[in-house]
T-cell receptor, first 118, second 114 residues
Framework: AQKITQTQPGMFVQEKEAVTLDCTYD???????LFWYKQPSSGEMIFLIY??????QNATEGRYSLNFQKARKSANLVISASQLGDSAMYFC???????????????FGSGTQLTVLP | DAGVTQSPTHLIKTRGQQVTLRCSPK?????VSWYQQALGQGPQFIFQ???????QRGNFPDRFSGHQFPNYSSELNVNALLLGDSALYLC?????????????FGPGTRLLVL
């Protein structure tokens, strides 16, 4: 079974500063996908960034980057130059390998509430 | 390019009633997944539909059922509602021709069971 652990229920960061949100995972699969989503208070889950387990480089998408350490089974999200609009709940999620056939669902962590201070 | 849409946005029901939630996937996507998100928790996978069939199911009772139509839209039905079914119900769509199969979510339906 897959498990995602997010140990930071809440985080605060000053506007324009960088922040790291932690995510560790547990899986016996060699191939898997890792995702980060942002959920504002409105409820919609917004896709931010993807990292494949065999990707050699850490994923980056604009101000978002993923610090992927496969041996430690961690996939931390780094947000650079925080903005007030970044205040939201952030979820780390995992998907089993495509080759596993039917198991395409996402397994989510419990989330981290990020608050950006002016 | 329209994203994932869901209806209704909010719903209030009483215990024992039945509810139907609807989802239209993002253009070009053929797979729809449903998730339940209780307050303060991460989403939990309910089931996934592809080619009008349920392909994968999470740990949810048979009171939860679904359907996918030929145009790839989907419905989630919940029978005999319980207070514990109060949650945000999220629909996500993805394309199986993508190596990542990134799931894109709709705005959700907030269900309150009284």
């Amino acid at each position: 079974a897959q498990k995602i652990t997010q140990t930071q229920p809440g985080m605060f960061v000053q506007e324009k500063e960088a922040v790291t949100l932690d995510c560790t995972y547990d899986t016996s699969d060699q191939s898997y996908g890792l995702f980060w989503y942002k959920q504002p208070s409105s409820g919609e889950m917004i896709f931010l960034i993807y990292q494949g387990s065999y990707d050699e480089q850490n994923a980056t998408e604009g101000r978002y980057s993923l610090n992927f350490q496969k041996a430690r089974k961690s996939a931390n999200l780094v947000i650079s130059a925080s903005q007030l609009g970044d205040s939201a709940m952030y979820f780390c999620a995992m998907r089993r390998p495509i080759s596993s056939g039917s198991a395409r669902q996402l397994t989510f962590g419990s989330g981290t509430q990020l608050t950006v201070l002016p | 390019d329209a994203g994932v849409t869901q209806s209704p946005t909010h719903l209030i029901k009483t215990r024992g009633q039945q509810v139907t939630l609807r989802c239209s996937p993002k253009s070009g996507h053929d797979t729809v997944s449903w998730y339940q998100q209780a307050l303060g928790q991460g989403p939990q996978f309910i089931f996934q539909y592809y080619e009008e069939e349920e392909r994968q199911r999470g740990n949810f009772p048979d009171r939860f059922s679904g359907h996918q139509f030929p145009n790839y839209s989907s419905e989630l039905n919940v029978n005999a509602l319980l207070l514990g079914d109060s949650a945000l119900y999220l629909c996500a769509s993805s394309g199986r021709d993508s190596s990542r199969e990134t799931q894109y979510f709709g705005p959700g339906t907030r269900l309150l069971v009284l």
